[in-house]
C-alpha cells in the first residue's frame, strides 16, 4: 500500500502527514469525538476521531479494516521515558466493514481462555498481540536452526509424507485409503534422512510427523513437525553433539535478535548458555539426581521429567551456568533399532537426550552403520528385516559412521515459552478430537 | 571427523599428507597397481593402491566406505589448463564394507536408467552426481525463495496437513481413517494462508499438497510442495506481481551462486531476466501469438501448454529480453471461488500466471476480502457456503484487500531443469503405483 507506514514508526513522524491501515482493537467514545485504537502488525496506535468519523464507527464491530491519512502529534504517556503519540486522523477509509461481534475479545491484555475456545476461534484469537507472538518466536527458532545447518554446507531435504508400510515399529499409524490400498502418513523421517546422508554427507530439514496413538495429555499431537539431522563420517558422538549445541546457540541467538519485543510481550528469559554445555552420562545425571536433588532414580533407566526438570533448571545453571544438558548413554532396551550399541557394553547405547527450559528437548545418537549389524538390531527388537528393504539397501550399499537427531518444533516452542499446553504452541493443532480449523 | 579434507580441496595439497573419505566409485586394476576412484560430495578423485590395498578392495564391491590417508601429487591432466592430483595412498580403512553388487552401476557419466528403475533404487541412484545435483539446486531454489519473504518482514507459517474436510471443492481428497471418523489430507494451503495473512499481514511457507486423481501425466504427482504467499494491504494486483518477480529474481540468484558446479553437470542455462517480466492480459497474449507465433487460439479462455513455451522462450527474449511473462486477467469459469472479480467486468477476475521456462510456474491474484462478495462467489461456483464455516469467519471478522500465489516446487524444479518428468524433480515421489521408498 502506497506511503503507508506501520504504528511502531509512528514516533519518528511526529508533524507530518501519514496513511496508517490496520484493524478496529478497540473503540473509546467521548459522544462528540473519540478514539479508534488501531492495530497493524507491529502494534496498536491511539487514532483521534472527529465527529463523523466516530458516528461510522458506530455503525461497525471491533476487527473491521480501517485507513487513515492524518497528523502524527506528541501525546502526555504514561511513563513520561517514552515518546507517546497520536494520530489526528484526517480521512478514514473503511477497508471491510465488520458487523458481526467477535466471539472472543481479543481487546483485553490477556485473552484468558479455556483452550477449546481459543483454539476453536483461531482466525480471530491469532490476532491477539501475545498468540501472535508466539508463532514469531517459533519461526524464529526455525530460522535459526536452518541458518546453522546451511552454513555448515548440510543440504536440506524435503521428506515425503506418504508411505506404504512402517518406517519404525513401535506406536500406532494413520491408515489412508490410496486408490483401493493402504497407505500410512509417516511417523518418522529417520529412513529418508539416512539415505539422504548416505548422498549429501550431512542434511536436515523440518519434517511432518503422524501419531495415531489416544494420546490425550498437554504433551502430545497427533500431527507435529520435527527438525531432523543427519551427518556422516562422525568420529564419535561428541561431533554430533557439537552440532546439536551449536544449533541451539543459533536457534536462541535469532530469536533474541529478531523477537525481542515478542519475548516481552510473553515475559520470557532464555536460560544461560554457559560456555559450553555439559555432557553426563544417564547413570552420573540420576547420580547427582540422588546426591543433589535428594531423589534417589538410579535404579531408573530413564529420567523422570522431574529430574529432566531438575536437571536443566537446577544442576545445569548452578555447576555450568547453563540451561542445558547433555544426557548420555541410554540402555538399548529404552532406544530404537537404529541406534548404535556401545562396543563396550553391548546393553547401553551411543545415545543421547538434551535436556533445556525442563524438558527433554532433543533425541539423538550415533547409528548402525553397517548392514549385519543391523539386521541383527532389528531381530533383536523383535522385527522382520524382511519387511525394511528399502531402509536395509542404504546398509547393503555403503552408509559412512554416522549420527543425528531429532527435536520438536511444537515441543520446543512449548517449552521456550513455559506454555501449559502444547496446543497452544500450534498454530492450527491436531488432536483425538480436533481437526479445524 | 578430524583432518579429514574433501575431493575439491585436493588441488590446494599438493606435497602434504591429507585424509579423505568417501564411496568407492570405481576401481581401475592393473594388476599390481590400482586406482580408486573415491567419491565424496564434493567430487571424485582417484587414489593410487598398492599391491596389497588393491587386493583388500577386490574382495569388495563398489560403494564400500573408504578411509584414506597420504600424499597428495600432481598427475598429468587430459586439460593442461587444469591442475589434476591424485592421493598416493599409505593406509586405508575399510569404514563400510559392501559385498553385494549395486542394482545399478553409478559409476557411468549418464545413468541412462528408465524411470521405474531410477526411483526403485533411489537410495543408489541418488549417489549419480547428476541426481544428486538436482536436489541442491532444489533446496537452493528454496533457500531464495525463503530469503527474499524473510527479508521482506512476512511471517514463515508451518501449515497443517490433516483437514476435517475440503478446503476447495474440485479434485479428490484423499481419506484418512481419525479415530473412527473421516479426515482428508490438504489439498490446499489457501484456507491457512489466508487466516494467517489476517494476522501477520504477509505470510509464506512450503506446503504440502495431496491430490488423489487418477494423474497418469509426466507432470502430476500426489503429494507435492507448493511454495505459498499470501500478503495484505495492497493497493493493486501489480504489488502481488511485483513479489512474484522479486522473489523468482532471488530465488534464481541464489541458484546461479551456489551451485554453479551443478548447473555445469546438468548443462543448465538460465534463462534472461530482463530489466522488468512484462505483464500482459490474456487477449494480449493470445493475440500475439496469433500475430507472431502464427497460432491462432484467440478463442480460448487460457493458454495451451504450446502458447505457454513460445510466450516466456520466445516472445518474450525477443522483444523483452526476459524468459518470463506474466499474463493477466483471466476469465472467472477459469478461476477458483476466492479469486477476486474484475469489478470493471465480473466475467473477469484479477488473477495472474507467470510463465517461465517453457510452462506456468505461478498462479496468482486478488483475493474476495469481503463476506457478502465471498459468500456469492462462492455459490455461484456451486458450492454451498455452510461447508466454509472456519474460511468465512475470516472474511467476517475482517481482511484487508489483498493477494499471493501458489507455485509448485517440484514442478518448478522440473521446468528449470528440463527434466520429462516431474518425478525426476522429486526426491522420494508417489504416484498412483508408488509409495516407496
Not at 473509546?28 to 507491529?42: C, E, I, P, S, V
Not at 479494516?65 to 504517556?77: C, H, I, P, S, Y
Not at 498468540?131 to 554446507?153: C, D, E, P
Not at 563396550?344 to 545415545?351: E, F, G, K, R
Amino acid at each position: 500500500m502506497k506511503d503507508r507506514i506501520y504504528v511502531n514508526e509512528l514516533p519518528q513522524h511526529v508533524g507530518q502527514k501519514v496513511t496508517v491501515a490496520g484493524w478496529l482493537h478497540n473503540l473509546r467514545d467521548h459522544k462528540n469525538f473519540g478514539f479508534a485504537m488501531l492495530r497493524d502488525k507491529t502494534g496498536i496506535e491511539q487514532v483521534v476521531l472527529n465527529a463523523e468519523q466516530l458516528e461510522q464507527l458506530r455503525a461497525l464491530q471491533l476487527e473491521s479494516v480501517l485507513k487513515f491519512t492524518g497528523t502524527v502529534v506528541e501525546r502526555k504517556a504514561k511513563d513520561p521515558s517514552v515518546k507517546a503519540v497520536e494520530i489526528q486522523a484526517e480521512t478514514m477509509e473503511v477497508l471491510s466493514p465488520v458487523t458481526t461481534v467477535a466471539p472472543v475479545e481479543i481487546s483485553k491484555t490477556d485473552l484468558d481462555l479455556n483452550l477449546d475456545t481459543l483454539i476453536d476461534n483461531r482466525v480471530v484469537t491469532l490476532r491477539h498481540p501475545k498468540q501472535r507472538a508466539i508463532f514469531r518466536i517459533q519461526a524464529a527458532l526455525v530460522h535459526g536452526y536452518r541458518s546453522y545447518m546451511s552454513k555448515q554446507g548440510f543440504t536440506e531435504i524435503f521428506f515425503p509424507i506418504l508411505a506404504g508400510a512402517a518406517s519404525e515399529g513401535g506406536s500406532e499409524f494413520f491408515k489412508v485409503d490410496y486408490y483401493g490400498r493402504e497407505a500410512t502418513l509417516s511417523q518418522s523421517a529417520q529412513l529418508y534422512k539416512q539415505i539422504t546422508m548416505g548422498v549429501y554427507e550431512g542434511v536436515y530439514g523440518l519434517s511432518y510427523s503422524f501419531r495415531a496413538e489416544k494420546f490425550g495429555t498437554s504433551r502430545h499431537l497427533t500431527e507435529f513437525n520435527q527438525f531432523e539431522f543427519e551427518v556422516g563420517f562422525v568420529d564419535g558422538m561428541d561431533e554430533v553433539m557439537d552440532h546439536a549445541e551449536a544449533a541451539i546457540r543459533e536457534m536462541l541467538t535469532t530469536v533474541e535478535k529478531t523477537c525481542e519485543l515478542e519475548l516481552k510481550l510473553l515475559s520470557v528469559t532464555l536460560p544461560p548458555v554457559g560456555k559450553r554445555f555439559p555432557r553426563v552420562t544417564l547413570k552420573e545425571a540420576l547420580e547427582a539426581y540422588k546426591v543433589e536433588g535428594g531423589v534417589d532414580e538410579t535404579h531408573e533407566p530413564d529420567l523422570s521429567p522431574a529430574a529432566e526438570r531438575w536437571l536443566s533448571t537446577t544442576w545445569g545453571p548452578k555447576h555450568h551456568d547453563c540451561g542445558f544438558v547433555f544426557v548420555t548413554d541410554y540402555p538399548a532396551t529404552k532406544r530404537p533399532f537404529y541406534v548404535k550399541l556401545d562396543p563396550a557394553d553391548p546393553s547401553n547405547t551411543l545415545s543421547f537426550d538434551l535436556v533445556g527450559f525442563g524438558s527433554e528437548i532433543i533425541s539423538g545418537g550415533l547409528r548402525v552403520n553397517k548392514y549385519e549389524e543391523q539386521i541383527e538390531r532389528l531381530k533383536a527388537k523383535g522385527l522382520n528385516p524382511d519387511q525394511f528393504e528399502d531402509y536395509l539397501m542404504m546398509h547393503k550399499f555403503g552408509i559412512p559412521p554416522e549420527g543425528g537427531f531429532g527435536m520438536g518444533l511444537q515441543r520446543l516452542t512449548q517449552n521456550v515459552l513455559g506454555l501449559a499446553n502444547i496446543k497452544e504452541a500450534t498454530i492450527f493443532p491436531r488432536d483425538v478430537q480436533r481437526l479445524r480449523p
